[in-house]
T-cell receptor, first 115, second 112 residues
Framework: EAQVTQNPRYLITVTGKKLTVTCSQNMNHEYMSWYRQDPGLGLRQIYYSMNVEVTDKGDVPEGYKVSRKEKRNFPLILESPSPNQTSLYFC??????????????FGPGTRLTVL | GQQVMQIPQYQHVQEGEDFTTYCNSSTTLSNIQWYKQRPGGHPVFLIQLVKSGEVKKQKRLTFQFGEAKKNSSLHITATQTTDVGTYFCAGHRGSTLGRLYFGRGTQLTVWP
């Protein structure tokens, strides 16, 4: 089954304690992306990756890091989480971007609370 | 600032009524995508439009992309309770292909 998986699904942590949210896709997609969703603000892109070893900033990259060492995985790293990073996070992937039908598949989401 | 504006933020309709959500970008988009997110769920891709003036239909849903490729709309005819959710538009700009700009979404409530 084609899917994007994220772990953990729920996480409560404290300020300053480094954490990693994993994302994996089994569709051999080149493009992967991270979004955060906050009430009233919709989805905002954090980072994206056009391919292995190619990453770039989205709208709200501050406080986050990513890496793309292999095609299927795109972890999101919070080196020193702060309460304003409390949010619902989605990972997504697609085969290509731009012109052409490029269905973007979203993971189930990770609800993060930083105390 | 917000690159893609979407209105209305909320819409409450009675089952059987029509529903429309509008998206407007400050700059020309290379494409427009529409997503639906059910309460407690994740966004699900509905469709992508890429041509100026393009219109696509999926059963009761009609999607339009403006002539200038700066605006778009999603129209649902005769809503059903299964249409409940938040509808998002999102677009790429040609200069930064990987960046996807989302509207803030329209939350649709349908009462029987």
């Amino acid at each position: 089954e084609a899917q994007v998986t994220q772990n953990p699904r729920y996480l409560i942590t404290v300020t300053g304690k480094k954490l990693t949210v994993t994302c994996s896709q089994n569709m051999n997609h080149e493009y992967m992306s991270w979004y955060r969703q906050d009430p009233g603000l919709g989805l905002r892109q954090i980072y994206y990756s056009m391919n292995v070893e190619v990453t770039d900033k989205g709208d709200v990259p501050e406080g986050y890091k990513v890496s793309r060492k292999e095609k299927r995985n795109f972890p999101l790293i919070l080196e020193s989480p702060s309460p304003n990073q409390t949010s619902l996070y989605f990972c997504a992937s697609t085969d290509r971007v731009g012109v052409g039908t490029d269905t973007q598949y979203f993971g189930p989401g990770t609800r993060l609370t930083v105390l | 600032g917000q690159q893609v504006m979407q209105i209305p933020q909320y819409q409450h309709v009675q089952e059987g009524e029509d529903f429309t959500t509008y998206c407007n970008s400050s700059t020309t988009l290379s494409n427009i995508q529409w997503y639906k997110q059910r309460p407690g769920g994740h966004p699900v891709f509905l469709i992508q439009l890429v041509k100026s003036g393009e219109v696509k239909k999926q059963k009761r849903l009609t999607f339009q992309f403006g002539e200038a490729k700066k605006n778009s709309s999603l129209h649902i005819t005769a809503t059903q309770t299964t249409d409940v959710g938040t509808y998002f538009c999102a677009g790429h700009r040609g200069s930064t292909l990987g960046r996807l700009y989302f509207g803030r979404g329209t939350q649709l409530t349908v009462w029987p």
